[in-house]
């Protein structure tokens, strides 16, 4: 049984992040020149674990963000390249404790860093990069952008827990998943984005505009990561599609389709989620149930409220070529689904 998302309103602009990518080519350049030498170690393991993932393929998009948010107020010095590589490292650490939690085998199609060396050198290279990102705060010398992102730090741990204990519970409600994502997710994408008015020395409105943006973008883009494991594809996903599935994770989609569904469906979630029944046929039935609910279309309307926050945020502050960048990408975030 196929699965296809249901976009009725589907706009015709799609949005980019090639606009970013453009904007912060020569900025992000020093980014991974600075990544491969903080990423560095006699420790042998410590490199090899690191550039496995960190070479994977991903987008980079919350490092582009605090440079282009830096930038769009003016910012000449050097701080932004060292946040943004902190924020890198932030998110490569998450990454890494994520797999073992998750006890995932694959990553953007490639075997975890846990499956090639273990849990143990997993986490102690996640923090390692916890570490690195930490001095090169230090470095800048923003007491103001380091508390933002130590804060950032404490609330994604904060968030990996609130999801351990919320692990295959199936009477977990919206809100309460909202706020798993709002730490998990969303913090590091709020953090990155308002460390780079505060180092260009913005306005208090300012920053907290991009602090706006960058939350609700993180919570747009985790619903839409959610739906895509049901109704996507692995190429727009990063990791195989189904995974959230498989390892019993609860997501928003399992959350509406759970509610909405009779007992006897209900009793099917909790053999699936609780019991470890994930097999494909169980994933088959799964999105067949969620497609009658109408869970993953629901779930991006709520991506796109989110996504509209994120806009608003942005309204206030004077046009130029790094808000036009971030808008794009509120639109390229969501129409990953399309």
């Known amino acids: 049984m196929g699965v296809v998302v249901?976009?009725?309103?589907?706009?015709?602009?799609?949005?980019?992040?090639?606009?970013?990518?453009?904007l912060t080519k020569a900025d992000m350049g020093r980014v991974n020149e600075l990544i491969l030498s903080k990423a560095g170690s006699d420790v042998e393991m410590i490199?090899?674990?690191?550039?496995?993932?960190?070479?994977?393929?991903?987008?980079?998009?919350?490092?582009?963000?605090?440079?282009?948010?830096?930038?769009?107020?003016?910012y000449r010095g050097d701080g932004h390249v060292k946040l943004a590589t902190s924020v890198e490292f932030m998110h490569t650490a998450t990454l890494l404790h994520d797999d073992v939690v998750d006890e995932s085998d694959l990553r953007r199609g490639k075997s975890t860093a846990r499956m090639i060396w273990g849990n143990q050198a997993s986490v102690l290279v996640g923090d390692f990069l916890?570490?690195?990102?930490?001095?090169?705060?230090?470095?800048?010398?923003?007491?103001?952008?380091?508390?933002?992102l130590a804060t950032s730090a404490s609330v994604i741990a904060e968030g990996e827990v609130m999801q351990?204990?919320?692990?295959?519970?199936?009477?977990?409600?919206e809100?309460?998943?909202?706020?798993?994502?709002?730490?998990?997710?969303?913090?590091?994408?709020?953090?990155?984005?308002?460390?780079?008015?505060?180092?260009?020395?913005?306005?208090?409105?300012?920053?907290?505009?991009?602090?706006?943006y960058g939350l609700n973008l993180g919570l747009a883009f985790q619903l839409v990561d959610d739906a895509l494991d049901y109704g996507g594809n692995a190429k727009d996903l990063g990791k195989n599609t189904g995974d959230d599935f498989r390892e019993g994770k609860i997501t928003l989609p399992v959350v509406l389709t759970y509610r909405r569904g009779t007992s006897e469906e209900r009793l099917?979630?909790?053999?699936?989620?609780e019991n470890g029944a994930n097999d494909d046929k169980g994933l088959e039935k799964a999105k067949g149930l969620m497609t009658r609910y109408g869970a993953l279309g629901d779930t991006i309307q709520r991506a796109r409220h989110?996504?509209?926050?994120?806009?608003?945020?942005?309204?206030?502050?004077?046009?130029?070529?790094?808000k036009d960048a971030l808008l794009e990408v509120i639109d390229f975030c969501i129409s990953r689904v399309n």
């Open 6 to 22: 249901s976009l009725d309103d589907k706009k015709n602009n799609t949005g980019s992040v090639q606009p970013l990518i453009d």
């Open 47 to 74: 490199p090899e674990v690191a550039n496995h993932l960190i070479s994977s393929g991903g987008k980079r998009l919350r490092p582009m963000i605090t440079l282009a948010a830096a930038r769009m107020f003016g």
């Open 130 to 148: 916890l570490g690195q990102a930490f001095k090169m705060m230090v470095d800048v010398g923003s007491l103001e952008a380091l508390d933002v």
């Open 164 to 173: 351990l204990a919320a692990a295959k519970n199936l009477e977990t409600t």
């Open 175 to 212: 809100d309460e998943y909202l706020a798993v994502i709002k730490a998990k997710t969303a913090a590091l994408f709020s953090a990155a984005a308002e460390v780079g008015p505060i180092i260009a020395s913005a306005s208090r409105t300012d920053r907290q505009a991009l602090r706006s």
């Open 268 to 273: 099917f979630w909790r053999d699936a989620l």
């Open 306 to 322: 989110f996504g509209g926050i994120a806009r608003d945020a942005l309204a206030p502050l004077d046009k130029s070529p790094q």
